[in-house]
C-alpha cells in the first residue's frame, strides 16, 4: 500500500506537541487513522481512473448465458453453461 | 513498488472498467445492432484436420521478446489459433491467418487501429500505441504501418471469423465489414444478469445474442472462447503477460498517462505491484489495472476449472489451475497425440 509523506500536520496532533514531539499513545493512534484513511482516500481516488478493456463478472462456473428462456439449438445446454 | 493490491484497490478497478464501458458499449450495440445477423453459437465446428487443440494470443511483450510466432510457424502448429485483436497484425505481418480474431474493448478510436485505421491521419495525434510495446512495429513509421496493416487485412480478413461484442465501437465493425471478415456476435457479461436492472440484461434483450464472460480483457476472453464456444482442449495462451519484463521503464507502460496524473513522478513506482514469477525465477512487475486482468484470470480458471496452459515463457501469470508451459513442448505434445489419434 502507498503511503503519503508530507510536510504537514496531522489531525489530531497540535502544533506545540508536533514541535516537542509529545504525542500521547491515544493522539498517535487517532493520527495513524487519519493517516490511513488519507491513504485510503488517494488510492480510491487512483483506482476510480484506470478502467480496464471491459468489465468482468463470472457467476460459479457459468461462462455463458443465453437469457432466461431456452437456449436454442446450437451450443449449449440449459440457459447456462 | 507494492507486492500486492488489496481486494478494495481491485474492486474500484472492476467499478472504473464498469463505468468506463458500459453506456457506450450499450450505444455502440444499438448502433450495431443491424448487422447482428449470426451469433457465436452459428459458428460452423472447426475441420477435424485441426485437432482439438487451441492456441490463444493476446499481444504482451513476450510475444516479441520469445517469437511466439516464429515458434508456431517452425514447428508447424495444425491446431485452431484465436487471437486478441491486438495481435491480429503481428500475426498477418508474419505470415499466420489465425482462425479467429476476438474484438470485445469498446474504445472509440483505438481499436480500429488493430484492423488497420482509413481513418487516421484525421485523427488526434495520440501516442497510445507509440509508447508502449504492445505492437512494437506501431512504435514507429505509424501511418506506414497502418496502411500495411490495411492491406493484409483486406487480402487475408474474409479467411478470419472475428468473434465481435455487441459493445464493440462501429467503425471496427464497418471496417471489418469492408474487409469482408464474417462476424459471430456475442454480448459481454459485465454485472448480475440475475438482477432485474442488470446492464448486461439490458444488452441481451436488446440484442438477443448469447452472452460470455469476458476475463476483462481480449486476450482472456479469446481463451474463454476457445474454451466454451469452440469447446477445444487442451487450450493454451501467449502473449498474456498482463505485466512488464524487467528494466521495462515505467513511460512504457500501458497505464502511464493516467498514473502519472495522479502519483507525483519521483513516487510514481508505488502506483506498480511487482510478482515474482518462479518459472522465471525474475520479478515482473504491472499496473493496477493489469493486476485486476491478472485476478480476474485467476478467478475465471478457478471457477471454470479449465486448465489454463500457460505458453507465453514470461509475464505475471502464474497461479492455481494454470500450467507453465515452454511453447514448443506444448505444440510437441499436440502433434504427437493428434498423430496417435489419426492411426488409431
Known amino acids: 500500500m502507498a503511503k503519503l509523506i508530507g510536510n504537514y500536520t496531522v489531525p489530531g496532533q497540535t502544533a506545540e506537541n508536533a514541535k516537542s514531539g509529545q504525542v500521547d499513545a491515544t493522539e498517535r493512534e487517532k493520527a495513524e487513522g487519519a493517516h490511513r484513511a488519507t491513504v485510503s482516500e488517494f488510492e480510491r481516488r487512483a483506482m476510480g481512473k484506470l478502467g480496464g478493456s471491459i468489465a468482468f463478472v463470472m457467476k460459479g462456473k457459468n461462462v455463458l448465458w443465453t437469457g432466461d428462456k431456452a437456449a436454442g439449438p446450437s451450443k449449449g445446454s440449459g440457459d447456462e453453461k | ?344
Not at chain 2, 469492408?178 to 456475442?186: D, H, K
Not at chain 2, 513522478?265 to 489495472?289: C, Q
Request: net charge negative; with cysteine.
Open chain 2, 1 to 344: 513498488m507494492k507486492s500486492s493490491m488489496d481486494q478494495a484497490c481491485l474492486d474500484l478497478v472492476a467499478q472504473a472498467t464498469f463505468q468506463k464501458t458500459a453506456e457506450i458499449g450499450f450505444a455502440h450495440a444499438q448502433l450495431n445492432l443491424p448487422y447482428m445477423k449470426q451469433t457465436v453459437l452459428d459458428l460452423p465446428p472447426t475441420s477435424p484436420e485441426k485437432g482439438t487443440s487451441a492456441i490463444s494470443m493476446a499481444a504482451g511483450p513476450s510475444l516479441h521478446r520469445r517469437e511466439t510466432i516464429q515458434k508456431i510457424k517452425q514447428l508447424n502448429y495444425r491446431g485452431t489459433l484465436v487471437v486478441a485483436d491486438g495481435a491480429m497484425g503481428h500475426c498477418l505481418r508474419n505470415g499466420v491467418i489465425p482462425d479467429y480474431v476476438v474484438c470485445v474493448d469498446p474504445h472509440p478510436t483505438w481499436i480500429i487501429r488493430w484492423f488497420g485505421d482509413p481513418d487516421l491521419a484525421k485523427r488526434a495525434d495520440d501516442d497510445y500505441f507509440r509508447r508502449q510495446d504492445l505492437d512494437p512495429a506501431l512504435n514507429t513509421k505509424e501511418r506506414e504501418r497502418n496502411d500495411e496493416l490495411i492491406s493484409l487485412v483486406n487480402e487475408h480478413g474474409p479467411k478470419i471469423k472475428v468473434i465481435m461484442a455487441t459493445c464493440v465501437a462501429p467503425n471496427v465493425v464497418a471496417r471489418c465489414r469492408e474487409a469482408g471478415m464474417p462476424l459471430y456476435w456475442w454480448n459481454p457479461i459485465c454485472d448480475d444478469y440475475d438482477k432485474p436492472d442488470s446492464h448486461t440484461r439490458r444488452l441481451y434483450d436488446l440484442t438477443g445474442m448469447p452472452c460470455m464472460v469476458t476475463g476483462g480483457n481480449g486476450g482472456a476472453s479469446a481463451w474463454i472462447f476457445a474454451n466454451a464456444i469452440l469447446e477445444k482442449s487442451p487450450v493454451a495462451f501467449v502473449g498474456m503477460d498482463l505485466g512488464y519484463a524487467p528494466g521495462t521503464p515505467l513511460a512504457k507502460t500501458q497505464y502511464y498517462h493516467e498514473l502519472i496524473k495522479i502519483y507525483p513522478e519521483d513516487r510514481l513506482s508505488e502506483a506498480y505491484i511487482e510478482v515474482y514469477n518462479p518459472h522465471l525465477k525474475e520479478t515482473w512487475y504491472t499496473d493496477p489495472t493489469y493486476y485486476w486482468y491478472r485476478q480476474c484470470f485467476l478467478d475465471v480458471v478457478k471457477q471454470s476449472g479449465w486448465t489454463a496452459y500457460n505458453c507465453t515463457e514470461g509475464g505475471t501469470l502464474v497461479g492455481e489451475g494454470i500450467e507453465w508451459m515452454a511453447l514448443d513442448h506444448f505444440i510437441k505434445e499436440q502433434q504427437r497425440s493428434f498423430q496417435l489419434s489419426a492411426i488409431s
